[in-house]
């Protein structure tokens, strides 16, 4: 092999790599900044791009996937004087290549550190009970704090989430004691409630029964004074209609002989009863003359019947 073989063999093998060199494939969701002759030049974009060798070079390399960065635990101090041991997990997305690359020289750690100072600021403004109760607001807080930082970092704060809050070994025994009698207080309440509302029912339910009889005992006197006032008129109109019968027939031709017999009979049974009981009477003076006790009863049957209607 001569000299001008080597020669053009050496050419071709610089001219593969300078091609080699200048071709550079982006991946998606990748930015990568380009320096010229170590300024800053250009974005390339995912795809094929062109760099010019020994003239221009890739810098840095950014992924714009978003990013779950873990925050360090840390003790946080409430407003209260309680110490918290808390940590969490920020998420966030690189948004301007070229901020990321020349706004800070980690933006990894300035973000971290932000998160924490932060943080503590955050709970120092809260009491115990608020910072488990008021997580949402924490979080919140947060990321508008770091998202107006990031702003010069290209990068995009998403979200912050807390992942734990641990408060000392006294105050966790001091919260379950707290727990445990608060729980024990609404049993008891649910209990009493219960009894309660026990003696609301059985007073009701008594006082419901007592109406419910005296209404029955009510409606049974009534219905007890409603027969007899229609028995007493019953027998009242029997007694009216005997009567006006009676009337009728004394005024129909034998009809005073029929009196005057049935009176007869009765005044004779009568006396003749008298030997047969003991029982005491008062008797007119003149027992022996019966003939002239009937006629004293048949003349005031005439009387009666001789008297005049009352004119309607």
């Keep these: 092999m001569n000299e001008s073989t080597i020669v053009l063999l050496v050419i071709l093998v610089l001219a593969i790599l300078i091609v080699v060199k200048a071709i550079a494939i982006v991946p998606q969701q990748h930015a990568w900044v380009v320096e010229r002759l170590g300024k800053f030049d250009r974005v390339l974009q995912p795809g094929a791009g062109f760099v010019i060798p020994f003239i221009e070079r890739v810098a840095y390399k950014h992924s714009l996937k978003e990013i779950p960065l873990d925050v360090p635990s840390q003790v946080c101090i409430t407003r209260d004087n309680t110490q918290l041991q808390v940590d969490g997990i920020l998420y966030f997305q690189v948004t301007d290549a070229m901020r990321a690359s020349y706004g800070s020289s980690n933006y990894i750690v300035a973000i971290t550190q932000l998160a924490q100072t932060t943080l503590r600021s955050v709970i120092g403004k809260l009491e115990l009970d608020k910072t488990f109760e008021e997580r949402e607001q924490i979080n919140s807080s947060i990321v508008s704090a770091l998202d107006e930082a990031a702003l010069n970092w290209g990068v995009k704060v998403l979200r912050y989430e807390i992942k734990d809050l641990t408060p000392p070994a006294e105050i966790l025994r001091a919260m379950q004691a707290q727990i445990t009698a608060e729980r024990e207080k609404r049993a008891l309440i649910a209990a009493s409630e219960g009894r309660r509302q026990e003696q609301i029912n059985i007073a009701t339910g008594e006082r419901e029964a007592a109406?419910?009889?005296?209404?029955?005992?009510?409606?049974?006197?009534?219905?007890?004074?409603?027969?007899?006032?229609?028995?007493?008129?019953?027998?009242?109109?029997?007694?009216?209609?005997?009567?006006?019968?009676?009337?009728?027939?004394?005024?129909?031709?034998?009809?005073?002989?029929?009196?005057?017999?049935?009176?007869?009979?009765?005044?004779?049974?009568?006396?003749?009863?008298?030997?047969?009981?003991?029982?005491?009477?008062?008797?007119?003076?003149?027992?022996?003359?019966?003939?002239?006790?009937?006629?004293?009863?048949?003349?005031?049957?005439?009387?009666?019947?001789?008297?005049?209607?009352?004119?309607?």
């Design 211 to 312: 109406i419910a009889r005296s209404e029955g005992e009510k409606q049974a006197q009534i219905n007890q004074a409603q027969g007899e006032a229609t028995a007493v008129v019953t027998v009242a109109d029997a007694t009216a209609k005997a009567i006006i019968q009676v009337a009728e027939a004394i005024n129909h031709p034998g009809g005073m002989e029929a009196v005057n017999l049935k009176v007869a009979e009765r005044y004779v049974d009568a006396f003749g009863n008298l030997a047969k009981t003991n029982n005491t009477l008062i008797v007119p003076a003149n027992v022996s003359d019966i003939s002239g006790l009937i006629a004293s009863a048949l003349t005031v049957v005439k009387g009666t019947q001789a008297t005049p209607k009352a004119p309607n």
